[in-house]
Each structure stands twice: as structure tokens, then as C-alpha cells.
């Protein structure tokens, strides 16, 4: 997906209430449909998963390529759009970047989808 | 998207841990992937809270049509792939088509990603 479609996961905070509870409006609609296209994609989901798995929530870029068998550029897109989207952190550390899970980000959109 | 894209929902119960708890294998994430998809389209969010909030989560298609401001075969396709995609169910009675949300679907879902 183009990087231009994405909001910040923060800006469904406010957007909307879970979606079983009331009928949604358009605008938090089109807020929670963006940020589930970011996520809805298996090489996304399985480098947040990896990312979340690794100690402290957080992995160095030189980790994430190899484990999906895909070629580095392609994985750095998909990190990008996972930034830009609100669901990982990054800080560039001397040679690495290091990603981490954005706080509350998977658990925003999972309490809009499930209002658990 | 296209209905030959869609797997039921009920493919995900045995799919995968939560994305947060182990690195996902691809065929899990491709599953996910593809029910977050089918999600992820402002009027089928919108379609899906409609029913939620009606009395027994059920609402006949005549009463889906007017609020999205669609017309009634762009409607009808949203509902096909939710049907599809395992969020709705849908049962004919007389002249119209009832649509009720399909127990624990979006649960599942919201399950995968947040592990609450």
C-alpha cells in the first residue's frame, strides 16, 4: 500500500467506539479500514511478530530480513508502512536500526474490532 | 477484493498463537491476513456495525442500502465478501435476505491481534 494512505494508530483513539456497539460513522470507518490495510498483509504480520517476540519487544532491522525470505528492500517497505501506520517504533543505534512494538497500537485496533 | 481471496473465519481458529506471543509461520499470517482484508474497507466496517446494532444483530438487507449512501449492488458485493469472508451470516426469508453477525467471528480476529 502507498505510504500517503496512512494515519497514525493514534488518531483511531478517538476515532470511533468498537464497532458491534453503534453503527460507525464515516469518517472513524475510514480511520479503522487504513489502519487494518497496513496490517493485513503476511509479511507485516510476521515481522510484527517477530519484532514482538524478540526480548524487550524490539529487534535490530539485520534481524527481520532473513527470517521471511524476502529481499531486503521489500522488507524495509513493509517496516515503513508499519511505522508510518502507528504499530512499530524506530531509532537508528550506531550502524542498526532497532525496531519496537508501538505501545497499545495492536490492542486499540483489537478492542475496535472485539470491544472485549 | 476478489471472493476467491476469502477463506472462512473459522480457517483461523487452529491458524496461529497471537501475533504478539510467537513469530507467526506464513501460513498462519497468509490466513490472517486474508480475514483482515475482507475487514479492512470503510463500508464493510460500516455494513458490520449496522447489523451489530440492530435488535438480535440481525438486519434485513432493505434496511443496509440507504444508510451507506451506495448503491444496492455495491452493497450487495460489500455483504458477499463478509458472508464469505465468515463475518456475516445470511438466511433468506420471503422477499428478503437477513444478514446476522456470525458468533465470535470479529472475536477471533481481535483475539489473533491483541491477545487481551
Known amino acids: ?11 483511531l ?10 453503527p460507525m460513522k464515516a469518517d472513524g470507518a475510514e480511520k479503522l479500514a487504513r489502519s487494518l490495510k497496513a496490517l493485513a498483509d503476511p509479511a507485516r504480520l510476521r515481522l510484527l511478530s517477530i519484532v514482538a517476540s ?12 532473513e527470517p521471511l525470505g ?8 513493509h ?11 524506530r531509532e537508528k543505534r550506531g550502524t542498526w536500526a532497532y525496531y519496537s512494538l508501538a505501545p ?3 490492542e486499540t ?6 470491544d472485549l
Chains 1, 2 share one sequence.
Do not use: F
Request: glycine share 4%; proline share 5%; with cysteine.
Open 1 to 11: 500500500m502507498s505510504l500517503t494512505e496512512l494515519l497514525p494508530i493514534t488518531d
Open 13 to 22: 483513539n478517538d476515532c470511533c467506539a468498537p464497532i458491534t456497539r453503534e
Open 54 to 65: 524478540h526480548e524487550d519487544a524490539e529487534a535490530c532491522v539485520c534481524d527481520l530480513t
Open 70 to 77: 524476502l529481499s531486503q528492500p521489500t522488507v524495509s517497505h
Open 79 to 89: 517496516l515503513k508502512v508499519l511505522v508510518s501506520a502507528g504499530y512499530l517504533n
Open 104 to 106: 497499545h497500537a495492536l
Open 109 to 114: 485496533v483489537s478492542g475496535l474490532l472485539g
